[in-house]
Each structure stands twice: as C-alpha cells, then as structure tokens.
C-alpha cells in the first residue's frame, strides 16, 4: 500500500532561517506529490505540487522537487517568515480511474516561526 | 465564496450518544469525502462519495455512517460515540477528475467525546 513519511517535527525556527521538512513515500505506481498546509484554526490547502519524476512545485516561496530515485518530496524555502507558521503535511495520490481523491497523508509536521 | 462549510466547530458528547457533522459545498463539486486528524497521525479517510447516492469506506469507517442525497451535501453521522472518536474532522470535497490531487477542506470540526 501506499504510506507517506514525515520528519519528527516540532521545528521551530527564527525568521529569516532556511526550513526544510523532510517527505519520503512509498507507493505503488506511480504518485502524483503534494504538500499541504494547516494555518491555525484552519482547514488544510494545496501548498504545491508535482506530478511526475524530476518536477519542481513551488508556490509563495516554498519548493519541493519530485526525487523518483529516492522516493522524496523534500519541502523547502530560503528565508522564513512568522506568517509561515503551520503545519505542513505531505500527500501522494496514484493515478488511476478510481483514485478519487484518496490522498494518502503524512503525520504533519508542526513549524513555529519566532521574530 | 463559502467553498466548503462544517457545523459545528466543536462538540462535546458522552459515550453512547449520536450526532452528525454536517457539510456542506457550494462548488459544485462531485467528490466529497471525511477525514479524522489525530495527533501523530496525520489525516485518515473515513468515507467518501464520488455523487449524489454513491458512498464508499475509506481507511477506518467504522462507527461512522453517510449519506449523499443532493450534491451539495454530505453529513456524517455517529450512531454510538466513542472515547476513540474523540478528534478533529475534515470534510473536503474536489471535482470527479480527482487525480490532480487537489482537495478543498473546510474548517474543521472538533469532536470530544467524554
């Protein structure tokens, strides 16, 4: 079956700082990668995405690029804001008539921003 | 737009009492599934609907029953709530083509269960 490794988290960082938060699947097929974010009080969004080997996503800074070879979807960004604390979830879907949305989740990895 | 809306925020039930988390789109959108956030855990796939009668069992859907009537609409309902129920619940919805991955998640809804 399809599983989604994150790293432990919490992370807390100054701003300013370099993030990155480790992703690692294991999959049949193959996935389309998604990162996904939970600002407080809030329900997830579509951070960004990449749908097959070697692609970039990126969005409001953050990038991930699609590694087939070492089954990861690392998250990343250069310089950290307070703004950027959430918790950031990683997702593979497979492709296929019936995924319908069946993404499967990491755990979630909380990032605390400090001044 | 309201996008994708769940009552209540939060409630509080004793074992052995029913409810239903209501959810509700305005997107038009086929898909509509509930997920259970847990700490640790990540997000689980509880039950989904690909439209308007058809539901099926996603990851951990017992305890749990649904029911889609109209598009719009997609309440989950708890006959016997459980210690273990005790959570935060999502409902998402997407358009049938769902392989681009791309859910819409509503706010939330926390459930303890006492």
């Known amino acids: 079956g399809n599983s989604v490794t994150q790293m432990e988290g919490p992370v807390t960082l100054s701003e300013e700082a370099f993030l990155t938060i480790n992703c690692t699947y294991t999959?049949?097929?193959?996935?389309?990668l998604f990162w996904y974010v939970q600002y407080p009080g809030e329900g997830l969004q579509l951070l960004l995405k990449?749908?097959?080997?070697?692609d970039k996503g990126s969005n409001k800074g953050f990038e991930a690029t699609y590694r087939k070879e070492t089954t990861s979807f690392h998250l990343e960004k250069g310089s950290v804001q307070v703004s950027d604390s959430a918790v950031y979830f990683c997702?593979?879907?497979?492709?296929?008539?019936?995924?319908?949305?069946?993404?499967?989740f990491g755990q979630g990895t909380i990032l605390t921003v400090h001044p | 737009n309201a996008g994708v809306t769940q009552t209540p925020k939060f409630q509080v039930l004793k074992t052995g009492q029913s409810m239903t988390l209501q959810c509700a789109q305005d997107m038009n959108h086929e898909y509509m599934s509930w997920y259970r956030q847990d700490p640790g855990m990540g997000l689980r796939l509880i039950h989904y609907?690909?439209?308007?009668?058809?539901?099926d069992q996603g990851e951990v859907p017992n305890g749990y029953n649904v029911s889609r009537s109209t598009t719009e609409d997609f309440p989950l309902r708890l006959l016997s709530a459980a210690p273990s129920q005790t959570s935060v619940y999502f409902c998402?919805?997407?358009?049938?083509?769902?392989?681009?991955?791309?859910?819409?998640f509503g706010e939330g809804s926390r459930l303890t269960v006492l």
């Open positions: 999959a049949t097929g193959y996935p389309s």
């Open positions: 990449a749908t097959k080997a070697d």
């Open positions: 609907s690909v439209g308007a009668g058809i539901t």
């Open positions: 997702a593979l879907i497979t492709a296929g008539g019936t995924s319908y949305g069946k993404l499967t």
């Open positions: 998402a919805s997407s358009y049938r083509t769902m392989n681009t991955g791309e859910l819409f």
